[in-house]
């Protein structure tokens, strides 16, 4: 199977969302830190992942091969 980590401060809480290339949310989770995503079953092509702390959005693409 594949994971992706993403390795986030500790202590705050956190809304991880892996959208499509259409921006189309296809997975969310609510985290403290650390997140493990399970990549096995998605199509290959371009994600982003959105991580909203309170008012702060980040957002970061990936390439899923």
């Known amino acids: 199977s594949d994971v992706v980590t993403l ?3 500790e202590g705050e809480i956190y ?3 892996l959208l ?3 921006g189309r949310i296809q ?3 609510k985290s403290y830190g650390m997140v493990q995503l399970d990549i096995t079953g998605y ?3 371009w994600y ?3 991580i909203i702390q309170e ?3 980040k957002v970061i ?3 899923f091969l």
């Open 7 to 9: 390795e986030l401060p």
């Open 15 to 17: 809304t991880m969302q």
């Open 20 to 22: 499509d290339q259409s």
């Open 27 to 29: 997975h969310q989770q």
């Open 43 to 45: 199509p290959k092509g």
């Open 48 to 50: 982003s992942f959105r």
């Open 55 to 57: 008012d702060k959005v």
């Open 61 to 63: 693409k990936v390439l």
